[in-house]
């Protein structure tokens, strides 16, 4: 088997993993990363060989521009400080303990290489976190705030990792340079990141069409991406950034179409990028634990003393901060979401796994320094940070369901129908207004106008039946009813006529163009 085939075996089982993943009950990410670790135990199976240096850049801007799809910029400025609080500030706290315990514990590390190992473990996954918390029916805010964490983590780890990697490589460290460094990253980030998304919403305009201005959103982050970088800002922070504002500047509420079609191309991208990179961890490990070799006893010892200190301060950090968060949202009385309990602070807990940032950092260690010699102990930090990952990724992962099944933590039903019933108000409010505004333009037959209220209404009804009263609650029943009757037999009467278009694209003289726009009219109408 060869690195191609090796990557589209990693595909099917990207597209596999998730309906079994669904059926065991368990995270699709750690079901991919145990895939991983048999594949790289079977002896026909090739090591992996991916440059570092390309890990981050092809795998990270898609999962970025995925993730923030189910969020706004609305939501992370209303949340900024428990995110900042919660999450952030928490990046600095496990680096600075790692790096304390790492430096004291690993045979020849320098202080510098001890606090890479910090900032490549600090940071939890943003896709894991999401992937695992989304399919446990956490509350939203629980949700909302891991995936603020994992995205903005993200972005002060990457930071942090290479101010680190230049203090250890040069054997030299200044404070100012560091925060110096620290804030051109940010600045240039935003910049390019705001000017990069004004212009492709620019584009889309012109564009058009909603298969290119598709491809154009798959390329856009990965330009994002390789721009900042390029000017020695963070291409983290630039992808959100482009991505956040295309989320709130870029969608045409008319654009029916072109919406569910990109938002099922991400649900793809987003499926088989997450496959391939959390089966990519699992085979790592077979190169990564071969360093351990005739010393398993000394490694294991360090692995876990640095896991206990990554799982330990978190919990530390969170219990206190969370409390705080609880009690500053209480004398502001404002809109954030935070845990409400100690129950969701220890689900948070539990959630803080690492995966694809912490491995392509740590695969990303120079081999050697300015002066020649080797990188300071760089096969243990290897070997740390997948014990991390491991730890984290496989043991949390595999026991978050159980451990959120037995505090009972779950979603405010109550409160999420209660949200819906507003905006489906809202929505027939806003459709019966323009009903007016047609009224005084045209003449309308009163039957017509009595009949197109009904459907006003009928609009918010399907979303909330909830927001009618009893009788127009059972009126609405038998109209929907009467509309299902009309609605399945006009679908088998398309469905026919679909069928007998498709077959005559096989037909002799057919052409295949003037078949397949004849079809996309039926399809779109059937939608």
């Given at each position: 088997m060869d690195q191609l085939a090796l990557l589209f075996v990693l595909l099917i089982g990207a597209v596999v993993m998730v309906p079994l993943a669904d059926r065991l009950g368990l995270p699709s990410p750690v079901l991919m990363t145990l895939g991983g670790i048999v594949l790289a135990l079977l002896p026909f199976v090739p090591n992996v060989d991916v440059p570092p240096e390309f890990i981050l850049p092809l795998v990270l801007p898609p999962l970025l521009y995925a993730s923030v799809q189910r969020t706004s910029w609305r939501q992370f400025t209303a949340n900024l400080?428990?995110?900042?609080?919660?999450?952030?500030?928490?990046?600095?706290?496990?680096?600075?303990?790692?790096?304390?315990?790492?430096?004291?514990?690993?045979?020849?590390?320098?202080?510098?290489?001890?606090?890479?190992?910090?900032?490549?473990?600090?940071?939890?996954?943003?896709?894991?976190?999401?992937?695992?918390?989304?399919?446990?029916?956490?509350?939203?805010?629980?949700?909302?705030?891991?995936?603020?964490e994992g995205l903005f983590n993200d972005v002060t780890a990457i930071v942090l990792?290479?101010?680190?990697?230049?203090?250890?490589?040069?054997?030299?460290?200044?404070?100012?340079?560091?925060?110096?460094?620290?804030?051109?990253?940010?600045?240039?980030?935003?910049?390019?990141?705001?000017?990069?998304?004004?212009?492709?919403?620019?584009?889309?305009?012109?564009?058009?069409?909603?298969?290119?201005?598709?491809?154009?959103?798959?390329?856009?982050?990965?330009?994002?991406?390789?721009?900042?970088?390029?000017?020695?800002?963070?291409?983290?922070?630039?992808?959100?950034?482009?991505?956040?504002?295309?989320?709130?500047?870029?969608?045409?509420?008319?654009?029916?179409?072109?919406?569910?079609?990109?938002?099922?191309?991400?649900?793809?991208?987003?499926?088989l990028v997450t496959g391939v990179a959390f089966g990519l961890i699992g085979l790592e490990l077979h190169n990564v634990f071969g360093t351990a070799s005739g010393r398993w006893e000394e490694m294991l010892r360090i692995g876990g003393a640095v896991v206990a200190v990554v799982i330990g301060v978190r919990l530390l950090w969170l219990l206190p901060a969370a409390w705080l968060a609880k009690k500053l949202h209480h004398l502001r009385d404002i809109e954030e979401e935070v845990p409400m309990?100690?129950?969701?602070?220890?689900?948070?807990?539990?959630?803080?796994?690492?995966?694809?940032?912490?491995?392509?950092?740590?695969?990303?260690?120079?081999?050697?320094?300015?002066?020649?010699?080797?990188?300071?102990?760089?096969?243990?930090?290897?070997?740390?940070?997948?014990?991390?990952?491991?730890?984290?990724?496989?043991?949390?992962?595999?026991?978050?369901?159980?451990?959120?099944?037995?505090?009972?933590?779950?979603?405010?039903?109550?409160?999420?129908?209660?949200?819906?019933?507003?905006?489906?108000?809202?929505?027939?409010?806003?459709?019966k207004r323009r009903l007016k505004e047609i009224e005084q333009v045209e003449d309308l037959p009163d039957d017509l106008v009595e009949t197109l209220t009904r459907?006003?209404?009928?609009?918010?009804?399907?979303?909330?039946?909830?927001?009618?009263?009893?009788?127009?609650?059972?009126?609405?029943?038998?109209?929907?009813?009467?509309?299902?009757?009309?609605?399945?037999?006009?679908?088998?009467?398309?469905s026919a006529a679909r069928h007998e278009v498709l077959a005559a694209r096989s037909e002799p003289g057919a052409d295949p163009e003037i078949v397949d726009r004849v079809l996309r009219h039926l399809d779109v109408r059937s939608l």
């Open positions: 400080r428990p995110i900042l609080l919660l999450a952030v500030a928490l990046v600095f706290v496990t680096t600075a303990a790692v790096a304390v315990v790492a430096n004291a514990v690993v045979p020849g590390i320098s202080l510098a290489a001890a606090v890479v190992l910090g900032a490549l473990v600090a940071p939890p996954d943003p896709v894991a976190a999401t992937a695992v918390a989304g399919s446990l029916g956490l509350p939203r805010r629980l949700v909302s705030i891991l995936e603020g990792y290479h101010v680190a990697i230049a203090a250890a490589v040069s054997g030299s460290f200044s404070v100012p340079d560091a925060v110096g460094a620290l804030v051109l990253s940010a600045v240039v980030a935003l910049a390019i990141g705001l000017a990069l998304g004004w212009m492709a919403k620019k584009l889309m305009d012109v564009l058009g069409d909603a298969t290119l201005q598709i491809g154009l959103t798959l390329l856009v982050p990965f330009v994002s991406y390789v721009l900042a970088e390029e000017f020695r800002g963070s291409g983290v922070l630039a992808v959100l950034v482009t991505a956040l504002f295309l989320a709130e500047h870029a969608s045409d509420a008319d654009d029916v179409l072109g919406r569910l079609a990109g938002h099922t191309f991400w649900e793809v991208v987003d499926t309990s100690w129950r969701e602070t220890v689900v948070m807990w539990w959630s803080g796994m690492r995966g694809v940032a912490s491995v392509a950092l740590a695969l990303a260690i120079p081999l050697k320094m300015d002066d020649g010699s080797p990188f300071p102990a760089r096969e243990e930090i290897l070997f740390i940070a997948f014990a991390v990952i491991m730890a984290t990724l496989v043991v949390q992962g595999l026991t978050l369901p159980w451990l959120v099944k037995r505090l009972g933590v779950r979603s405010d039903a109550d409160a999420e129908r209660e949200t819906a019933r507003k905006l489906a108000v809202r929505a027939a409010k806003a459709a459907r006003a209404y009928d609009v918010g009804a399907r979303i909330s039946p909830d927001m009618l009263d009893e009788e127009r609650r059972e009126a609405h029943a038998k109209r929907v009813e009467r509309i299902r009757a009309v609605q399945r037999i006009q679908g088998e009467m398309l």
